[in-house]
Each structure stands twice: as structure tokens, then as C-alpha cells.
């Protein structure tokens, strides 16, 4: 009997021995997917993040050029402008003197009329 009693003692041991390796092995397979998952997610979130960060530098380099463009016509409008400015000033300077060289060619011409 006391034989008996042992292999019983042993096989019940052995029995919660297995029991307690199941659960260990269960429990350090569910860490292990949860891990797995955890480590899924965080690589997917990096991907958004790096796909939202390359839209942004694309879409912060492509306000920087739509600025630029915007100064240089604002720019290059004001320079007309002025450019038209300036050019109607010379026209009607240029119109001033050509008036004032006929007059003077008129002056001459009826001065050496009335000498002859």
C-alpha cells in the first residue's frame, strides 16, 4: 500500500505539475499575442505617421512655392504699374519739350522772317 500511496502522490503532483505548465504555457502564449498585436499596431501607427508627415512637408512645400508665386506677381504687378507709371511721366515730359523745341523752331523762323 504505501507504494500505491506514493505513486498516487506522485502522479497527482505530476498532475498539478502539467495543470500548472498549461496554465504558464497558456498565460506566456496570451503575453506573446498581446505583444504581437501591441507591436502590429505601433508599426501600423508608425506608418500613418510617416505617411502623414510626408503629405505635410509635401503640402508646407507646396504653400511655400504658391507664396512665392504670389509675391513675385504681386511684385512684378506693382512693377508694372509703376514701370507705367513712369513711362506715361517720360511720354508727357517727352510731348512737353517736343512742344516747347517747335515752339522755340517757330520763334526762330518768324524772327529771321521779319529780318528779311
Not at 502522490?9 to 502539467?18: E, P, S
Not at 498585436?37 to 501607427?45: D, E, G, N, Q
Request: glycine share 0%; aromatic share 10%; proline share 1%.
Amino acid at each position: 500500500m504505501p507504494l500505491r500511496e506514493e505513486l498516487e502522490r506522485k502522479r497527482d503532483t505530476l498532475i498539478k505539475v502539467n495543470k500548472t505548465k498549461d496554465k504558464y504555457q497558456l498565460f506566456r502564449q496570451c503575453c506573446i499575442r498581446y505583444s504581437d498585436l501591441k507591436y502590429r499596431a505601433l508599426m501600423l501607427w508608425k506608418e500613418n505617421v510617416e505617411y502623414h508627415n510626408q503629405t505635410m512637408k509635401r503640402v508646407k512645400l507646396r504653400l511655400i512655392e504658391l507664396h512665392k508665386r504670389n509675391i513675385s506677381y504681386a511684385f512684378f504687378h506693382w512693377k508694372e504699374n509703376t514701370d507705367k507709371k513712369h513711362m506715361v511721366e517720360l511720354v508727357t515730359f517727352t510731348e512737353d519739350l517736343m512742344n516747347e523745341n517747335q515752339e522755340l523752331e517757330n520763334t526762330l523762323q518768324a524772327c529771321k522772317r521779319q529780318k528779311t
